[in-house]
């Protein structure tokens, strides 16, 4: 099992910025793609930014040129900083993981709990 930990969330005025952190931990082998998602209120859950083992990154058109998605491999850690918030970034962001288990081809995507964000106008 892989456990998903968010911290960084919280209020913060339109302009300002967070920064999101996701550590896994667990019976760890091998973590894939890692990634943010975020769902705000009467709305789906939208694809925010993901990130490859190796590097790639790939974002929401909404959130281009503002938010950066990293990650420490070693750590099992993603991270996403959010610059210039707009009071639209409000939703409760969720991280996930593709784990590859030992021995295995396969990859079994992982949810945190996830973490509230609120950006006041």
């Known amino acids: 099992q892989v456990q998903l930990v968010e911290s960084g969330g919280g209020l913060v005025q339109a302009g300002g910025s967070l920064r999101l952190s996701c550590a896994a931990s667990g019976s760890i082998f091998r973590i894939d793609a890692m990634g943010w998602y975020r769902q705000a209120p009467g709305k789906q859950r939208e694809l925010v930014a993901t990130?490859?083992?190796?590097?790639?990154?790939d974002y929401a058109d909404s959130v281009k040129g503002r938010f950066t998605i990293s990650r420490d491999n070693a750590k099992n850690t993603v991270y996403l900083l959010m610059n210039s918030l707009k009071p639209e970034d409000t939703a409760v962001y969720y991280c996930y993981a593709q784990h590859v288990p030992y021995g295995s081809n396969s990859f079994y995507d992982y949810w945190g709990q996830g973490t509230q964000v609120t950006v006041s106008s």
């Open positions: 990130i490859t083992r190796g590097g790639r990154t």
